[in-house]
T-cell receptor
Framework: EVQLVESGGGLIQPGGSLRLSCAASGFTFTDHWMHWVRQTPGKGLMWVSRIDNLGTSTNSANSVKGRFTISRDNAKNTIYLQMNSLTAEDTAVYYCARKANAWGQGFDYWGQGTLVTVSA | QAVLTQPPSVSGTPGQKITFSCSGTTSNFGGNPANWYQHLPGTAPKLLINNNNERPSGVPDRFSGSKSGTSASLAISGLQSDDEGDYYC???????????FGGGTKLTVL
């Protein structure tokens, strides 16, 4: 059974840093690109960042570029999201999601999410 | 402001067929397919439709998708109370070099 389990969320002051983790199991981790998607309170989903299956290529949304860094440890079947210079606008539930391999397919598995609250 | 445009809400009665719309641009729907997600309260989002009209394994055939030009739509037939939740369209955007979502449509089953 495919499982994605996020951790690392919490309350952080503006300007602070936080690292989220997503532990994957139940599939061949190195076969899939992985993503972070967030949902801000009362708003919709927003794609945050992605990493290829080997960890050699990444990209992020413009709103987090330069502040957030996605990485992965294929030996641990885990992806990470290092978040720096956090602002209130980054308050959201952060989901990790697995991208299905075929072109045209979407995010076929999601974790339950971890809540990040940026507040003084 | 979401890149893909969805109406904020839609409602229907049990057994009815309803349709969700999603409007994009040439940089996303012009060359890339639409995916649809269901997000029920307290749960993780669930992939409903791949590649404009393909249902992943386990998704009932009550759900169907289509795309024409820069617009996509999701239909739910035989509406059930369990279908209440938020529905999002998504696509890869070539200009932004990233995935974009619609703002979501909240479905209320009366």
């Amino acid at each position: 059974e495919v499982q994605l389990v996020e951790s690392g969320g919490g309350l952080i002051q503006p300007g602070g840093s936080l690292r989220l983790s997503c532990a994957a199991s139940g599939f061949t981790f190195t076969d899939h690109w992985m993503h972070w998607v967030r949902q801000t309170p009362g708003k919709g989903l927003m794609w945050v960042s992605r990493i290829d299956n080997l960890g050699t290529s990444t990209n992020s949304a413009n709103s987090v570029k330069g502040r957030f860094t996605i990485s992965r440890d294929n030996a641990k079947n885990t992806i990470y999201l290092q978040m720096n210079s956090l602002t209130a606008e980054d308050t959201a539930v952060y989901y990790c999601a697995r991208k299905a391999n075929a072109w045209g397919q979407g995010f076929d598995y999601w974790g339950q999410g971890t809540l990040v609250t940026v507040s003084a | 402001q979401a890149v893909l445009t969805q109406p904020p809400s839609v409602s229907g009665t049990p057994g009815q067929k309803i349709t969700f719309s999603c409007s994009g641009t040439t940089s996303n729907f012009g060359g890339n397919p639409a995916n649809w997600y269901q997000h029920l309260p307290g749960t993780a989002p669930k992939l409903l439709i791949n590649n404009n009209n393909e249902r992943p394994s386990g998704v009932p055939d009550r759900f169907s998708g289509s795309k024409s030009g820069t617009s996509a739509s999701l239909a739910i037939s035989g509406l059930q109370s369990d279908d209440e939740g938020d529905y999002y369209c998504a696509a890869w955007d070539d200009s932004l070099d990233g995935w974009v979502f619609g703002g979501g449509t909240k479905l209320t089953v009366l």
